[in-house]
């Protein structure tokens, strides 16, 4: 199997240092993307293949994965008809309906459509797969075994089932960074340097997310671990719930999913 990535912006790059650290040939991966800047950038560090042009012919067992902005994604489709003859494609451009990318492509069946997020980038990811009907179960493998490089991956069995993915780990890190910020904010204003506020908060998040990976109970078991009755964890509790701020953030990541539901049909509308 080789693999051609259309697109090679930021999330390709990824994707193809994660390959590589499984011990992929270099050889077996190549890159069409038209910035020269960035065709520079992965031929000096990964020393692979890259060209400005979509390929004229794609090989039998070639996996083309679409990692272009999805405003571009219907012109690159149509640019990219005529050399496909039934390979696997894999598109990880955000908001883009399989049942799109099908007619874009001339009614191409063999589509997996993921949602990676930003962590791939350091190899710390979780990626979302939807297979269409015609995609077989070793494609299915292979697609996997692609995004695997980059993180943990899980399957939704129904494609609309992505917008809840991109509003929860899609969007996630955005929400995370946010309760960083926040909290770094406050250790600042309660007399802290920044330096300190740093490491105090991101080394907390690091370790609270280890720990909750590593524990079989729920996080509201965690936390209750860590409020004693009458002491400082409970009073900010109290402080959050006062605020409503848990349902706050379930309607947050709510409207995100009816935001991606909405983006998905406006990138669907041109034929």
Known sequence: MSIVFVGGGNMASALIGGLIGRGWQAADLSVVEIAAEARRALEQRYGLAVSADLPLRLAADAVVLLAVKPQHMRQVAVALRAALSGQLVVSIAAGIRTADLSRWLGGHARIVRVMPNTPALVQAGVSALYATPGVA????????????????????????????????????????????????DAARELGLDAAAARLLALETFHGAAALARQSEDPPAVLRERVTSKGGTTEAALRALEEQSVRERIIEAVKQAAARSRELGEELGRSD
Request: net charge negative; glycine share 8%; hydrophobic share 50%.
């Open 137 to 184: 179960s070793q494609d299915r493998g292979q697609a996997e075994s692609i995004l695997a490089a980059v993180g943990p991956t899980l399957w939704v069995p129904r494609e609309e089932l992505m917008d809840a993915v991109t509003a929860v780990s899609g969007s996630g890190p955005a929400y995370v960074f946010y309760f960083m910020q926040a909290l770094m």
